[in-house]
């Protein structure tokens, strides 16, 4: 039996032969074990999945060819730190091949999840905003009109100061309204220089904090160009830089005021369960007092802000135009560092 195309497979795949022993492995198996196929091929099973159980089930598994799912099986073994994965096991007949062991690790599973859950939970809120706005924006014209209008009739213009303040808020909520249905014009496409982004990007936030940011470059220049729409993607990476140099400005004197962007390939990236072969990542890391713990892990949700007269549109900008590139923003942070990770498949 051919297993070539196991290989290319990231669930870790173990087939056994009747008598328990390893008949093949693939690769993302030698990995996520820790064993080198050559040496193995021959061996109990146990000797690869160190579980002590799982022997038992896997015979009575063999003898009634029945299959069984273990969601939270802990591998721990002499080679490795301890392993908590998920394990399908299925029985075969194909010749020698007896029965077929998937795992994964649940880290990676959780994470995957996590992922799919968080950009259709973000498509949601993007859906609410939007009607929301509108249902906002339309009766405010009519507001601002008419206080106009009613301005004109006042005889005592000391009546104004009132009109003027229906005028200005209605303009302000206007504004702020017209900043949450912006990310609609078509996207236009075009190779893009990550780089060339990330340059201009620096350039910017350079002239507008002239205080003292370093702005670190670590480029992978031999990364190929992208498929997307460059002022989309300028946007969602100044205001990622932009928050860090926020960050960092509001350090105290002497401090260091650093912000690093990384650029590097990522291969076989999972986003919102879809699989790319290559990604490009793109690390905004900075060294200022981290997110605030009590706004973590709503800052992608739009109007969340932690700083006084932030309009909290910044991140949830970034994360709609990435998206818009099948690519997601992560995030890790603690004081001292913080880290934006963008990742963005390549064709
Ligand atoms: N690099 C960072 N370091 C610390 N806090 C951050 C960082 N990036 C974002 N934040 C927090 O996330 C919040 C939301 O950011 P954003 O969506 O850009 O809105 P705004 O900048 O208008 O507040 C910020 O107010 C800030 O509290
Ligand atoms: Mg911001």
Do not use: W
């Not at 939007?130 to 009546?159: C, W, Y």
Request: hydrophobic share 40%; glycine share 6%; with cysteine.
């Amino acid at each position: 039996m051919n297993y070539a195309g196991l290989d290319l497979l990231t669930t870790a795949v173990v087939v056994l032969d009747r008598g328990l022993a390893v008949l093949y492995l693939n690769s993302a198996a030698e990995q996520l074990l820790s064993v080198n196929r050559r040496t193995i091929i021959g061996h109990p099973a146990h000797e690869v999945i160190p579980d002590r159980e799982l022997h038992a089930k896997l015979a009575q598994c063999l003898a009634e060819g029945r299959g069984f799912m273990d969601p939270e099986l802990v591998l721990a073994g002499p080679g490795h730190a301890s392993l908590n994965v998920s394990c399908t096991v299925t029985p075969l007949d194909a010749g020698e091949a007896q029965l077929l062991i998937e795992l994964r690790p649940i880290e990676q599973q959780l994470r995957i999840e996590r992922e799919a859950q968080r950009v259709s939970q973000a498509q949601a809120n993007r859906e609410l905003i939007r009607n929301l706005a509108h249902e906002i924006k339309n009766p405010l014209g009519g507001l601002r009109g008419s206080a106009q209008l009613l301005e004109r009739e006042l005889d005592r213009p000391e009546l104004r100061e009132y009109t003027q303040v229906i005028i200005k808020e209605a303009d302000r909520l206007q504004a702020l309204m017209g900043r949450l249905l912006t990310p609609h014009r078509p996207p236009q496409l075009s190779m893009v220089n990550i780089h060339e982004v990330c340059e201009r990007v620096r350039s910017l936030i350079l002239a507008e904090f002239p205080e003292g940011i370093v702005i670190l470059r670590n480029y992978d220049v031999s990364l190929p160009e992208l498929l997307g729409d460059k002022e989309q993607l300028i946007q969602a990476v100044l205001n990622i830089v932009r928050n860090a140099a926020q960050a960092v400005a509001t350090l105290p004197a002497g401090a260091r005021r650093e912000i690093e962007l990384k650029t590097s390939v990522a291969r076989h990236v999972t986003i919102a369960k879809s699989r790319h072969k290559l990604a490009l990542e793109l690390q905004v890391c900075d060294s200022g007092p981290g997110i605030p713990a009590h706004i973590r892990d709503k800052i992608f949700y739009p109007l969340v802000s932690g700083r006084d007269g932030g309009s909290g549109l910044g991140l949830t900008l970034a994360q709609t135009f990435v998206q818009h590139h099948e690519g997601v923003v992560e995030v890790e942070s603690e004081p001292g560092r913080t880290c934006f990770r963008i990742v963005l498949p390549l064709q």
